[in-house]
C-alpha cells in the first residue's frame, strides 16, 4: 500500500469515527450515526488530486496526504488533550 493510500484509509476511518462519536448531530442523516457523504467526497477530491501528481512528487503527495489525516486528528481529539477549544457563540441581539 502506498503512502497517499494508507492516508486515504486513515483520512476515511477518522471521519467515520468521528461521525459516528458525533451522534448528537440534529436533522435526518441518509444514516444515522455516520457522516453526512459529503465529508467522504470531499477526502476523495482532496486525495485524488494528490494522487494525480506526478512520478517525481509521489513522496511529497504523501506527506501532505499524512498531513491532513494528522489534521483531522487533531480536530478530533477532546479538548482536554489537545483537541479544539470550542467558545460559546455570542447571543444574537
Same mark, same amino acid.
Given at each position: 500500500m502506498t503512502g497517499l493510500?494508507?492516508?486515504f484509509a486513515a483520512e476515511v476511518i477518522l471521519i467515520t469515527w468521528r461521525g459516528a462519536k458525533a451522534g448528537k448531530l440534529k436533522g435526518d442523516l441518509p444514516v444515522k450515526g455516520l457522516p453526512v457523504p459529503a465529508d467522504y467526497v470531499g477526502a476523495m477530491i482532496i486525495f485524488g488530486f494528490l494522487a494525480a501528481a506526478p512520478e517525481s512528487l509521489k513522496r511529497p503527495a504523501g506527506l501532505v496526504g499524512w498531513g491532513l489525516v494528522v489534521a483531522t486528528a487533531l480536530?478530533?481529539? *477532546?479538548a482536554s488533550?489537545?483537541? *479544539?477549544k470550542t467558545t460559546a457563540a455570542p447571543a444574537a441581539a
Open positions: 493510500l494508507s492516508a480536530n478530533v481529539l *477532546p488533550i489537545g483537541g *479544539p
